[in-house]
């Protein structure tokens, strides 16, 4: 299956199309997952023989994209990008190892605490994946203390206080999310 094909298909399943038992994933982590991660991992699973990660080309209205520009100045992200429409991106699926709770404690554990931390705290701010805009990366991430898609620009300068870089929300839960991926 093609990647645009797999992205399509997670826009309109259902959440909870797969049936995951989360329990020992909370567990490990300490807490409890909010119900949008579980929606937007329940949806699809990619073959054990893919990479993790799906790249893609989306279309994009920075002005409708992006719903808060928390720190940052209007007309931000327009100008990283050049004033393009479009943008690559990468989105990190979860394999299908069937019910292997080892894969989905480990899947779940590297969103929360993985290396794209650099070791710094986020809270409880799971890594999705990243777009690739003109003048570098923009990370998207997950916060599960309110249950929005956020990005953030690590390469703004330091983020040791998460809350003092440029940041947004990009979605309220996952099918908005999932609904501004129009696919190039």
């Not at 992205?7 to 909370?26: F, L």
């Not at 909010?34 to 023989?49: A, L, Q, T």
């Not at 998207?140 to 990005?151: L, M, Q, T, V, Y």
Request: net charge negative; proline share 2%; glycine share 10%.
């Amino acid at each position: 299956m093609k990647t645009n094909d797999t992205i399509e298909n997670w826009k309109i399943a259902k959440p909870g199309t797969i049936a995951v038992d989360w329990s020992k994933a909370e567990q490990a982590l300490g807490f409890e997952l909010h119900e949008n991660f579980k929606d937007f991992y329940s949806r699809v699973r990619i073959s054990k023989n893919r990479r993790e990660t799906l790249n893609t080309v989306i279309q994009y209205n920075p002005k409708t994209f992006v719903k808060d520009y928390s720190g940052s100045k209007e007309g931000w992200l327009e100008d990283v990008n050049a004033g393009r429409d479009f943008c690559e991106f990468t989105l990190i699926a979860m394999k299908d190892y069937g019910d292997d709770p080892n894969y989905l404690c480990g899947f779940v554990k590297e969103a929360f605490t993985g290396g794209w931390t650099g070791g710094n705290d986020f809270g409880h701010r799971a890594y999705l994946g990243e777009f690739l805009l003109n003048t570098g990366q923009i990370s998207i991430i997950f916060n599960n203390d309110n249950g929005k898609f956020e990005w953030v620009d690590f390469g703004y300068g330091y983020f040791d206080i998460y809350e003092e870089n440029p940041f947004g929300t990009l979605a309220e839960h996952a099918q908005e999310f999932l609904d501004k991926l129009e696919l190039k």
